[in-house]
């Protein structure tokens, strides 16, 4: 697997400013970024693909394939899409069914399980004959999209994980906002003050226990990576501290009950943030633009600041990582016009004000110049927080292992049962370690 350490490094370099023939191989009919491949046939071609997000998203990304149809009218693409929860789980299905749509937005966390599954097209081959054009891209971003020196995704964007705040309730109970070397104890205390002082069911924050790529920026904290050495990285002494934090905010309303809990879902414009019920929410850099789109109060101040330090860290828990990626299905009777779409929506400055950094900002340095004059103040807002994780970042580890699925859905239900109180925390988190484990010894 190509080195995943450089990436903080060589993103904080570049960016301090701010989708053929039936049966061949891939690459086996000359491409160009512009025209449709030598060869192809006087019908039309349909691909599928399925993606993930917020009405925004959707909006324009049906935009920019528009557009990509105006210019190829020998393809049409159907677009499939949906809210984060089920995604993968349909996904899977399809796998396994060998139905799955020719192009997929795909996440870092599950990358290497559906690379070793061989569900996504290996791209390496359009990276060489003209068909995906990557000179402009940060190799670090090439880098993670690689299993094994083979190139399974192209990164849409940059990103970063924070918590987005709503500033205009911080004033109104004289809180300061955040900076960015806040720590775990201080976030406790403001969600607990938002709480108390709020009142009538507003509360600091929805319960983010069961979210474990948040958890992992704790264990980072400590100097280590969530998964290790074939197993569980993460120790039991990290597992309590994590869900203990979280059940001292709940008598004090710093939290959604367990009950509000397990009403939750991951659409931007149901949050309780959003609606108005809640003052703190952990979000990726990227979902901003959706998610102020979709507050229930439009003139309320939302900003967004680093995760909170740990006591005595050894490290940075921060990170970039590639926001979203774009895959080939592996089976896809089309691989030639997948790798056009694909460089389309990286490469083509017209898709790219489209799209603008809704997916994180761009990886793509020419395509990032020439959206530096048209941004928001929202996306300037975006671009400065990536400048300030960048900072202070340490380098993303490797994609989740094989088996993350499941494991996700067990941190899931851990927090759950600790939330409602079913048997001990302690029980229960000795449970999740040795299933943790065990999921992760079937698939070595």
């Not at 097209?121 to 990557?134: E, H, M, Q, R, S």
């Not at 001292?248 to 019920?277: D, H, K, Y």
Request: proline share 5%; charged share 25%.
């Amino acid at each position: 697997m190509m080195a995943k350490a450089k990436l903080v490094a060589a993103a904080c370099l570049t960016l301090s400013l701010i989708t053929a023939g039936c049966g061949g191989a891939p690459g086996d009919k000359a491409t160009t970024n512009e025209g449709t491949p030598s060869g192809a046939g006087e019908s039309q071609i349909e691909l599928r693909m399925t993606w993930w997000g917020s009405q925004t998203r959707h909006e324009l990304t049906t935009r920019a394939l528009e557009l990509f149809e105006s210019k190829h009218p020998g393809i049409k693409i159907k677009a499939e899409y949906s809210g984060w929860d089920g995604y993968f789980d349909k996904l899977s299905t399809q796998v396994a069914g060998s139905n799955a749509p020719d192009l997929i937005q795909m996440d870092y966390a599950f990358l290497t399980d559906y690379a070793k599954r061989g569900a996504l097209l290996d791209l390496t081959p359009y990276t060489t004959n003209g068909g995906l054009a990557t000179t402009d891209i940060d190799p670090s971003m090439i880098a993670a999209g690689s299993i094994e020196d083979k190139l399974y995704a192209v990164a849409l964007g940059v990103n970063a994980p924070g918590v987005v705040y709503n500033s205009t309730v911080f004033k109104e109970l004289g809180i300061p906002d955040p900076g960015p070397d806040w720590t775990w104890d201080e976030f406790s205390a403001i969600a607990a003050k938002i709480g108390q002082e709020k009142g009538d069911g507003f509360v600091g924050m929805a319960d983010n226990s069961g979210v474990f790529n948040i958890f992992e920026i704790m264990v980072r904290q400590h100097g280590h990576a969530m998964f290790e050495d074939g197993g569980l990285g993460a120790t039991k002494e990290e597992l309590t501290d994590w869900f203990t934090m979280w059940k001292e905010l709940r008598p004090v309303q710093g939290i959604t009950s367990p009950e509000a809990t397990a009403s939750l879902t991951n659409a931007l414009e149901t949050r309780p943030l959003a609606v108005g019920t809640a003052a703190m929410d952990f979000l990726w850099s990227n979902q901003i633009t959706a998610f102020k789109n979709g507050m229930k109060n439009q003139d309320d101040d939302i900003r967004i600041q680093v995760i909170p330090h740990g006591k005595d860290e050894a490290k940075s828990g921060e990170y970039l990582k590639p926001s979203l990626f774009i895959s080939g299905y592996g089976k896809t009777e089309h691989p030639d016009e997948v790798a056009m779409v694909i460089d389309f929506l990286v490469n083509d400055p017209e898709a790219a004000k489209i799209l603008g950094s809704e997916r994180g900002v761009p990886v793509n340095a020419k395509i990032r110049e020439t959206l530096t004059d048209t941004l928001s103040e929202t996306e300037k807002m975006i671009f400065g927080f990536i400048d300030t994780v960048s900072a202070d970042a340490s380098p993303i580890d490797p994609p989740y292992p094989q088996g993350f699925s499941e494991i996700d859905k067990s941190f899931k239900t851990l927090s759950e049962q600790i939330a409602f109180e079913q048997g001990t925390m302690e029980a229960a988190i000795d449970e999740f370690i040795a299933g943790a484990n065990q999921i992760l010894g079937k698939t070595k």
